[in-house]
Every structure is written in C-alpha cells, then in structure tokens.
C-alpha cells in the first residue's frame, strides 16, 4: 500500500535517485535541491511503499505581482514525479490530490503548473485560468488551479524562484 506523508530531511537522499530516474537525468534534482537551499519550498509530499520512496511533489513559493502591488502569494506545482517502475498506478494522481489538500489547508489561493494538459486537467488546472498571467510561459502547458476563485482573473507578473533559472 502506498502512504504520502510530508518529506523529512532523511528522505532527501532517496528522493533525488527517486527525481534522476524519473525524469532521466539530474535537472529537476537540482532544482529541488537550489529551492530548498533558497528557501523557497513551501511544502514537499513523498509516497512511500513499505517504507520505500517511490514518489515526490513540491510546492514552492510563486508570488504573482498586480498592477496595483499587491500580491498574490501563489505556488508552483514542480517536480511531480514517480520512480518509473511504480508510474502509472495512481501514485502521481494520489500525491497531486494530497498537494491540492495541502494548500487549501495552506490557504494558499492558486497554484501554477507548466506540464501535460491532458493529465493536469483531470486535477481542475486549466490554460485558461493561466492566461491572464504575464510569465515566461504561455499556450495549453501553462496551467492554474484557483482555490479563491477569481483570484488571477486580473492578471500579474509571476515571479519564479531563482531557482529556476527565468528571467525576472
């Protein structure tokens, strides 16, 4: 049975092997590793099979800046990835919803993804909700989720972490 429990400082060396197979190569690794040393991770969720990581998502700090100043204090939904001999059996899906949980928990009032739309919308992420933002990204891959809706609808600046390497 596959548990998801908040990562621990122990689990870092397990998650980076977990993070390098699953995307086949070091990146994503690294960004984690630069978002924790910057302290930009709001939260982090494994999935454990006996006791065993086999999966990761990380939620990091994504202000997005309105015209007016203010801020809306958003999340980044990256990495999400399971180790490849355990994908597809749910394990993605299981830590998406228990990271939605958690940031409703958070009150954190919308979170940002750039990935697959087919899978992501299954989660309520859209490119439309996305769009009003100005961002590095644009077009069907860059997608958000409002938990306060109508929260994006008037638009922003998104800040990246440094992170991950954008231009500000």
């Known amino acids: 049975m596959t548990a998801i429990r908040s990562v621990v400082p122990a689990d870092h060396g397990a998650l980076d092997a977990v993070i390098t197979a699953a995307f086949g190569q070091r990146d994503e690794a690294d960004l984690v590793e630069r978002l924790r ?12 099979h006996d006791d065993t990581v086999v999966g990761h998502i990380l939620f990091s700090r994504l202000p997005i800046i309105r015209d007016d100043g203010s801020v809306i204090a958003a999340a980044s939904l990256a990495p999400l990835c399971v180790r490849p ?84």
């Open 85 to 168: 001999d355990c994908q597809n059996q749910g394990i993605g899906a299981d830590l998406i919803g228990a990271g939605m949980n958690e940031c409703r928990k958070r009150c954190i009032p919308a979170v940002i993804v750039l990935g697959d739309p087919d899978y992501y919308q299954r989660f309520g992420f859209s490119a439309a909700a996305a769009r009003p933002l100005a961002a590095p990204f644009s077009g069907p891959h860059f997608m958000a989720i409002e938990f306060d809706s109508g929260v994006l609808k008037d638009g922003g600046k998104v800040r990246y972490p440094a992170a991950f390497g954008l231009p500000g």
């Open 37 to 48: 040393r910057d302290g930009d991770v709001l939260f982090e969720l494994a999935a454990t």
